[in-house]
Every structure is written in C-alpha cells, then in structure tokens.
C-alpha cells in the first residue's frame, strides 16, 4: 500500500521535526530584567481635623455650641470621627442659672452620595453622609452615656479645605430619670485634611 516514495516522504518529515524541535529548545532566551528602585511620596489625606459651630437643644435649655473633631476617613465612602463640643447654655428668662454641658461623640460614617451638583454650571467634590454611634453628655455634675445619630453635608473648597453642615442627636436618659432625652444640634464646621 504504502509505496517507497511516501514511506519516504514521511520519515523525513518525522525527522525533520525532530530537528527542528531540538534546535528550537537550544535557542529559548531568558530574559533578565532590571527594576530601578522607585520611592513614591503618595499623600493619602486620610485624616481630618476641623471645628464646629452652632446651636444645641439639650433638655429643655437652648445653647451656644463650639468644638473640635478629628476624623479618619479609611475608605472612600467610610470615615469614623471623634469630637468634642462645649456648650454655653442661653438664659431662657429662668432665675436659675444655667450650667455649661460638654458633648464627645465617637461616630462612624458612610457617605451616602459623592460629587453632588449644585446647578448645572457649578460641581464639586461633595457628599452627603450619615453617621451613628456613642457619646457622653456632661451635665449638671453628671454624665450620661448616649446614643448618637445624624446626617450632613460635607463639600471640599480645595484639595485639603472642606466645609460641613450637619444635624446630629444624641438620645439619652432624661435627667430625672423618667424617660429618654433628645438633644438636636446644629453644627457648620471647617476641616482641613492631612
């Protein structure tokens, strides 16, 4: 069946590709690449510092409030925040006169929505936020644990300058004891990032 020539044909083939495959396993080059060392400078701005300003509603009473907060931002719609706010009571026409009350709050929050646009002509790095966690409320030579809960609006006016607006409540017993206490506040702030 198989005729000289084909027989042939087809052992030089088979020897051919032998050949090949061996000159082709000699030849292989490996490559040896050199990294440069490279020192990156990357500033993350993860941390914020800023203060507060605005009006509480605590038991009864109206005051002045003013305070500090540090906050951590980990991730990019993520953030947890520490503060600490003092208030100055207003008098409300009693005859007795009015303590001062000192707010810490330790929250976490989320960011809700980022880059919100203020008209069709004008946007910024902006987000709306809610936020929920802890506190202690000093008042009246006692302390009182809390419970606090929130949301606002934060807009950055440069790369490390950001202004806030914010509503927050912190619910806690009631001074008499007969009850749970909701103190609103109000707060505008200025933060900075670093």
């Not at 605590?58 to 931002?73: F, M, P, Q, T």
């Not at 203020?118 to 009246?140: C, H, N």
């Amino acid at each position: 069946m198989f005729t000289r020539s084909g027989l042939l044909a087809c052992s030089l083939f088979f020897a051919s590709t032998t050949v090949f495959a061996a000159d082709n396993t000699a030849s292989v080059i490996e490559p040896v690449i050199q990294r440069d060392a490279v020192e990156l400078d990357i500033r993350s701005r993860d941390f914020e510092v800023g203060i507060v300003g605005g009006l509480i509603d605590a038991d009864g009473w109206n005051g002045v409030a003013a305070g500090v907060r540090l906050a951590y931002h980990f991730h990019n719609n993520w953030f947890t925040e520490a503060s600490l706010v003092l208030t100055k009571g207003i008098d409300n026409n009693d005859s007795e006169p009015v303590e001062d009350m000192t707010v810490t709050n330790l929250v976490v929050g989320y960011s809700l929505y980022q880059n919100t646009y203020l008209s069709s002509d004008f946007r910024a790095q902006s987000s709306i936020y809610v936020l929920g966690g802890a506190g202690l409320i000093s008042f009246e030579g006692s302390n009182l644990n809390s419970f606090v809960a929130g949301a606002g609006y934060r807009m950055m006016l440069s790369d490390n300058v950001s202004v806030r607006a914010e509503v927050r409540s912190n619910v806690h017993s009631s001074l008499g004891g007969d009850g749970w206490s909701l103190d609103p506040q109000a707060t505008l702030g200025l933060g900075y990032y670093f």
